[in-house]
T-cell receptor, first 109, second 112 residues
């Protein structure tokens, strides 16, 4: 399976933007980049996904490098409710989502 | 709309007892179904997935088994639980290629 590399943890102040990086240097042409987050004691929640172009939705934005070897999840204004573990995952077609260790985001009031 | 039901929410079972966790999906047909486990302080581990009735793929050899008797039903079982089976069990489904996955609320299993 293609692998991703994320920082173990990050910290942000409330109301400020957060940029969560992900490296995936071995990504294949058919791999989609998925982001999920997991709040304490809950199952993972879908955030966003994309293939080549940058994507925006109500939760976040996904910026994908031109060579697709890295991507960044952008939370435009962090709130305390955004404190979670964020997972960057590569997946093609029907292949199962394989979760790594993710980035634990702490938000400071 | 699509929903996923998983029960029970919490379960305490003695070592050596059997286990049956059920997951059902509504509002979709022929979903891909998944069982994950998250041990305390650890990441999510994929246990089983199924692309159709009676089709089960196992990712990790272990004390557990899975079955899919109906299109929208996925069952996780064990004949004899071990202490190491404790964890947070999550069911998930994906309805199509390269689409988002939906997770259930999870079952927190404690084997004592």
């Amino acid at each position: 399976d293609a692998k991703t590399t994320q920082p173990n943890s990050m910290e942000s102040n409330e109301e400020e933007p957060v940029h969560l990086p992900c490296n995936h240097s071995t990504i294949s042409g058919t791999d989609y980049i998925h982001w999920y987050r997991q709040l304490p004691s809950q199952g993972p929640e879908y955030v966003i996904h994309g293939l080549t172009s940058n994507v925006n939705n109500r939760m976040a934005s996904l910026a994908i490098a031109e060579d697709r070897k890295s991507s960044t999840l952008i939370l435009h204004r962090a709130t305390l409710r955004d404190a979670a573990v964020y997972y960057c995952i590569l997946s093609t077609g029907n292949t199962p989502l394989v979760f790594g260790k993710g980035t634990r985001l702490s938000v400071i009031a | 709309s699509q929903t996923i039901h998983q029960w029970p929410a919490t379960l305490v079972q003695p070592v050596g007892s059997p286990l049956s966790l059920e997951c059902t999906v509504e509002g979709t047909s022929n979903p891909n179904l998944y069982w994950y486990r998250q041990a305390a302080g650890r990441g999510l581990q994929l246990l089983f997935y199924s692309v159709g009735i009676g089709q089960i793929s196992s990712e990790v050899p272990q004390n557990l088994s899975a079955s899919r008797p109906q299109d929208r039903q996925f069952i996780l079982s064990s004949k004899k639980l071990l202490l190491s089976d404790s964890g947070f069990y999550l069911c998930a489904w994906i309805g199509g290629l390269n689409t988002e996955a939906f997770f259930g609320q999870g079952t927190r299993l404690t084997v004592v």
